[in-house]
């Protein structure tokens, strides 16, 4: 009371402005409420969207791996037709998922087996290259067989290319030296012997336990 009595500015401000923060809540307190459940709603509504995609994508990719299981199976009993057309429905019904991209491979590879030349690119175009040293080995394959079919195609400079990225793309003791043969083998057939020679040169010094099988060619 004493205060009040000493301090009778300082009251009426205070009781001004408690009156000011009322009556602006009694003219907005319906709509920043309201602004504020829209947010409560956006958030929790994003969270149920964020958890539902992932799971949702968990379930996908699972769902695609499972069916890829197929295509395996065909290409283990050397039914290459079938294999493409079981890695094609999966390319395409689970498209984004890491399985589809590696369908694409697979139906790549399989019609390159059947010589459809047109579709083995086509898919084998379609795959996103892979991290990792298994997505390494893959992406140098896949580039190998872009090269197979350009060298089929008679597209000797293109083959060329191919097999010089597919060597570049993996350091696998298996791959890389066998795309610096295929590239020597085309070398050779435009008749340049000694690029040819200089791939397999390439061979017996980075690979010295295959040096013997190269021995003759660079020469």
Request: hydrophobic share 45%.
């Amino acid at each position: 009371m004493t205060n009040k009595a000493e301090n009778p500015q300082l009251d009426a401000a205070v009781i001004e402005a408690r009156g000011k923060v009322e009556t602006f809540f009694e003219k907005h307190g319906k709509s920043i409420l309201w602004g504020l459940f829209i947010v409560a709603c956006a958030c929790v509504i994003y969270f149920i969207w964020s958890s539902r995609s992932e799971r949702n994508s968990r379930i996908a990719e699972q769902n695609a791996s499972v069916a890829l299981v197929a295509a395996y199976d065909a290409i283990g009993m050397g039914d290459y037709e079938t294999a493409a057309a079981e890695a094609v429905k999966v390319a395409s019904e689970y498209e984004g998922t890491d399985a589809a991209n590696l369908a694409s491979y697979i139906a790549g590879a399989s019609y390159v087996k059947l010589g459809q030349w047109d579709d083995a690119r086509s898919y084998l175009n379609g795959y996103e290259p892979a991290e990792g040293a298994a997505g390494e080995l893959l992406n140098a394959m896949r580039l190998g067989l872009l090269g197979d079919i350009a060298v089929e195609q008679d597209d000797l400079q293109g083959a060329l290319d191919y097999f010089a990225k597919a060597a570049a793309a993996s350091s696998d003791p298996v791959s890389e030296p066998m795309f610096l043969r295929k590239q020597a083998e085309v070398y050779a057939a435009m008749g340049d012997d000694a690029k040819a020679a200089e791939c397999y040169a390439a061979i017996a010094r980075k690979y010295p336990a295959q040096a013997s099988s190269v021995e003759k060619y660079r020469k």
